[in-house]
């Protein structure tokens, strides 16, 4: 009973099905947390994205690319932008800056407050006193006045000169005024990235400014594909010797303080707290080992005498980009309501709304869901984003009314301001759509936050449905269909997978790795059609074993083709025995060498003729001839072709005799029914044969022994008769009833073909 359940398993079909299931599970299992899949995410990412503007809903307008109405870019977001007409007006780069005064002051200027902007955001870095001092007043001057320009830092991984980094710090507590360090921060901050470096802008500036944030892209990738928008600036504030080190010291994580150590190639290692015994006597066999002695002058002489290994601390604080700063300005939220969990997401409180629930990786970094190819500052070019050329809002030195800016249309408007033009931005990165200038890259990130188009990855219950789905279906259709038809269907299958995916990821924002089950898809079909292409060849080579000894070489080159069901099976057959009329008495006058040679050139005449009109062999005995039609392969003129096999045979048999000398001359008699027989292969698991049983086949046996009755050759029942009658010539006999048979059976000499 396990044997036969194993075989029904290893079928194709079955064992296809178990393959597929098997790398819907692999995948799923390794395709969650391997970094190989990982890595491809970024490319499947990009792919998603150069299909976005295939399901756009937009319509080029006026030769402008950019449709209001369309709720995956938000309306709020404005970029002006230093392009070409504004350095043809203004000279070289970098303006002066009365100049960026002149324009922030046109939108202060604005009569009605309430058509004023919301936000002006200023993507330029004033790092030092310029030449003129004037400027830099004017320019703070009209920030203060203004009330709602936002500034940027720049967070950097290692400490600058000293000197510098303590003014960058000086110059940072102004904005920390403004825009206070984020608090509510859960379980994972220690393993975020450390900025121990920043550079800002000048403090008046800071000072007068409404906010700030960190201007940093993704640092992990060549091209931008992230926005971090929370960073961690880590203050050195300490040093201790390792072995002063005590259980429970800094125990009170709250205030976002951690020890470190570094090893001898510069590898910052975190200490895990609480500090226990058995931990610090870890932690000192571990600094021993692998990191360097501090070697200095204890007593000031000169020489150095004392050696030891320091642990920093450090006291954590945690920024938020300028992306973010600029969403919560939008939705009048504060950083007390950010909650923060790195790895998972970043919620916010928002009065009168629905909570904003970002998704963000261990580093605090979201997925920008960009909306569209990079603008063209032309006015005739591309634009995902509205763009407005710097120049049209400063009025330069003229005071006439005609010179001065056009300021419509900013009503609550957030303004991103920056450079527009090749060759001037050092800020133009890499994206999924090609070079971007910075500015666009924050309005990207800007408007991921605004629209809260946010990009995740499915859930693990989601993800996994999604590669089984896929894996099964292509193992369905490889395990059931040919392989010219199963190929083109699985790879249609897998493109249109693809498609839902992309479009999945258009309209939801769902990332799903598409890697995953493409693979799955891949290794499941491969797999199976090896699998198929081994056992089909050996279940070839077993049915040309079987039956090439039995039927015709067509018809084994079509059973290749449509390989019958083993097993026993009723069916509706003709069955045709055929044996030697005094066979005793030839073998008595003739040597066994004789007899043997004798026999097998009429078995070899009677069998070709078998073999050519269709027939299964089914066995010898001694002189007898067992022969069937129907099966495997089923034919429905089976009747017609055991008649004609038989009339072929006596003709045969008239042509050999009179080839033979008269003592070797021979008679024979056929018996031929049909009916429902069961056929299939009889025997034991060891040993089998393909033959027939039924009491049908009975029947036919008994007819052949009949012909000695009548003196006939040839005797088919009536059911043979009633299939067959208007082909051949036959003359009704009698009506007997034969040993094993209640029923009489009305029996018929088969004579001639009608024609």
């Excluded at 940027?152 to 303590?166: G, K, N, R, T």
């Excluded at 261990?362 to 995902?384: K, L, V």
């Excluded at 079509?558 to 025995?577: H, K, Y």
Aim: proline content about 4%; aromatic content about 10%.
């Amino acid at each position: 009973m396990a044997v036969k359940k194993y075989a029904k398993l290893l079928k194709t079909r079955n064992f296809g099905l178990c393959i597929g299931l098997f790398f819907a599970v692999l995948l799923t299992v390794i395709g969650s947390g391997s970094g190989f899949f990982r890595n491809l995410e970024p490319g499947i990412l990009d792919s998603y994205f150069s299909l976005k503007e295939f399901y756009s809903r937009r319509s080029i307008q006026k030769g402008v690319w950019f449709n209001p109405e369309d709720d995956k870019v938000s309306s709020d977001i404005v970029i002006v932008g230093v392009d070409l007409k504004t350095l043809q007006r203004f000279g070289s780069w970098p303006f002066p800056r009365s100049v960026h005064a002149d324009l922030v002051n046109s939108f202060s200027r604005i009569s009605d407050q309430s058509e004023r902007e919301r936000a002006l955001l200023l993507d330029f870095f004033f790092i030092d006193d310029s030449r003129n001092r004037e400027d830099d007043e004017a320019l703070e001057s009209s920030i203060r006045e203004s009330d709602r320009v936002f500034l940027e830092s720049i967070l950097e991984q290692f400490p600058s000169d000293i000197d510098i980094d303590q003014e960058m710090k000086h110059r940072q507590s102004y904005l920390d005024a403004k825009t206070p360090s984020l608090t509510k921060i859960g379980q994972g901050w220690k393993d975020m990235a450390s900025f121990q470096g920043l550079q800002t802008n000048l403090a008046g500036l800071n000072s007068a400014s409404r906010g700030y944030g960190a201007a940093n892209m993704d640092f992990q990738d060549t091209v931008v594909r992230r926005q971090p928008l929370v960073f961690k600036y880590s203050e050195l504030v300490g040093e201790i010797a390792y072995e002063e080190l005590v259980p429970g010291f800094l125990a009170d994580e709250s205030v976002f303080e951690r020890l470190s150590w570094f090893d001898s190639e510069g590898l910052e290692h975190q200490i895990e707290q609480p500090l226990t015994e058995a931990s610090i006597a870890r932690l000192r066999k571990a600094m021993e080992r692998k990191a360097p002695p501090l070697v200095y002058d204890a007593d000031g002489d000169g020489v150095p005498e004392t050696e030891t290994r320091v642990i920093e601390i450090y006291r954590d604080s945690f920024y938020p980009s300028i992306a973010l700063s600029l969403a919560l300005h939008s939705w009048n939220a504060k950083a007390d309501d950010c909650s923060v969990l790195p790895g998972k997401e970043i919620r916010i409180a928002r009065t009168g709304q629905s909570d904003a629930v970002i998704p963000v990786d261990y580093q605090c970094a979201m997925w920008i869901n960009f909306a569209g190819r990079p603008s063209s500052s032309s006015s005739e070019g591309y634009r995902t984003f509205p763009v407005r050329s710097y120049a049209g809002y400063v009025r330069g030195s003229s005071p006439e009314v005609e010179q001065q800016p056009e300021t419509r249309g900013v009503k609550d408007k957030i303004l991103l301001v920056g450079a527009f033009e090749k060759g001037m931005a050092d800020d133009e990165k890499q994206t999924p759509y090609g070079m971007m200038f910075g500015i666009e890259i924050h309005a990207n990130a800007l408007n991921t936050l605004l629209t809260e188009r946010f990009i995740d990855r499915p859930d693990g219950i989601a993800f996994a449905l999604a590669v089984f789905l896929s894996v099964m279906l292509v193992a369905f259709l490889a395990a059931r269909m040919k392989s010219l038809l199963s190929l083109p269907l699985s790879l249609l299958y897998a493109s249109l997978f693809y498609l839902f995916c992309s479009y999945l990821f258009d309209e939801a924002g769902i990332l799903l790795n598409y890697s995953v089950p493409a693979a799955g898809m891949f290794f499941t079909y491969v797999t199976i059609i090896l699998y198929r292409a081994t056992t089909e060849e050996r279940d070839k080579r077993k049915l040309r074993n079987m039956f090439g000894k039995y039927v015709s070489p067509d018809v084994v080159a079509q059973m290749l083709d449509n390989p019958p069901e083993l097993g026993g099976v009723d069916r509706d057959l003709t069955v045709f025995f055929s044996d030697i009329r005094g066979f005793t008495s030839l073998s008595e006058t003739l040597t066994p060498q004789e007899l043997v040679k004798h026999l097998n050139e009429y078995l070899s005449a009677m069998t070709d003729i078998i073999l050519e009109t269709g027939g299964t062999l089914d066995k010898y005995v001694g002189d007898e001839i067992m022969c069937f039609w129907g099966a495997p392969l089923e034919v429905k003129d089976h009747a017609s072709r055991a008649c004609k096999c038989a009339l072929l045979q006596k003709k045969k048999l008239e042509d050999l005799n009179n080839a033979w000398p008269q003592e070797k001359r021979l008679a024979i008699g056929i018996g031929i029914n049909t009916g429902v027989m069961t056929v299939g292969n009889m025997g034991s698991e060891g040993r089998m044969n393909y033959t027939l049983m039924g009491d049908n086949v009975n029947l036919g046996a008994r007819l052949e022994g009949t012909n000695k009755m009548y003196g006939t050759m040839i005797i088919v029942s009536e059911y043979t008769y009633a299939l067959v009658r208007d082909e051949y010539i036959f003359r009704e006999l009698d009506i007997i009833r034969v040993k094993g048979k209640n029923k009489p059976v009305v029996i018929y000499e088969l004579v001639d073909w009608l024609s």
